[in-house]
């Protein structure tokens, strides 16, 4: 499997921001596109943020306007930028490339709460 390593989450109140990193290992992070998905606890997971190697860029309905993706390839990284976090938000958030067989990493915990 290919390391995908998210990090960035966090514990903080409605309107406040977070940026998650997604860090990709082995792989050439310009080639791929990559998705940000979440999972709140007793939920499904869903997807929220995309982003292609050409840099278009897709987001569900729920964080359109809120959350930013974006990568830097020359750190083979891509981010999440989150802006007016609702409670609604509380997910482990986990990304994923767009390989063939690409596996779902360990996310990182983001809770919103007052």
């Known amino acids: 499997q290919v390391p995908l390593v998210e990090s960035g989450g966090g514990l903080v109140q409605p309107g406040e921001s977070l940026r998650l990193t997604c860090v990709l290992s082995?792989?050439?992070?310009?080639?791929?596109?990559v998705t940000w998905y979440r999972q709140g606890q007793g939920k499904e997971r869903e997807w929220v943020a995309r982003?292609?190697?050409?840099?278009?860029?897709d987001y569900a309905d729920s964080v359109k306007g809120r959350f930013t993706i974006s990568r830097d390839d020359a750190k083979n990284s891509i981010y999440l930028k989150m802006n007016s976090l609702k409670p609604d938000d509380t997910a482990v958030y986990y990304c994923?490339?767009?390989?063939?067989?690409?596996?779902w990493g360990q996310g990182t915990q983001v809770s919103v709460s007052s």
């Open positions: 994923k490339g767009g390989w063939p067989g690409s596996a």
């Open positions: 082995g792989r050439i992070a310009s080639l791929y596109s």
């Open positions: 982003i292609g190697p050409g840099g278009l860029t």
